[in-house]
């Protein structure tokens, strides 16, 4: 059985820092890769950032140069270092613990999701 668990969301004022986490079980890491989406109220999920096994790194263009994410495969874990945050940041961010590196498509194992609220 596959389950995620993230953590490290929470309320942040603009300009700031946060770092989620995403700890992951079941799952073969050197079959799939790992993924951050979120969801605004309103609005579709959309992906932030991808990584795979090798460590090859993808990125929306909203969030490039401000996340990264990083992986320790010894743990399953994936991170998601957020800097200089803006308000239109907020949304639930999900991991997705199958994330199809290639086509840049979600696979079917999703984490409970965690808020991050940027606002003054």
Sequence with gaps: QVWAVESGGGLVQPGRSLRL???ASGRTFSTSGMGWFRQAPGKERELVA???FSGRTY???SV???FTISSDNAKNTVYLQMNSLRPEDSAV???????QFGPLRAGDYWGQG??????S
């Design 50 to 52: 991808g990584i795979n």
């Design 93 to 99: 961010y999900y991991c997705n613990v199958d994330f």
């Design 114 to 119: 965690t808020q991050v609220t940027v606002s």
């Design 64 to 66: 490039k140069g401000r």
């Design 59 to 61: 990125y929306a263009d």
């Design 21 to 23: 986490s995403c700890a």
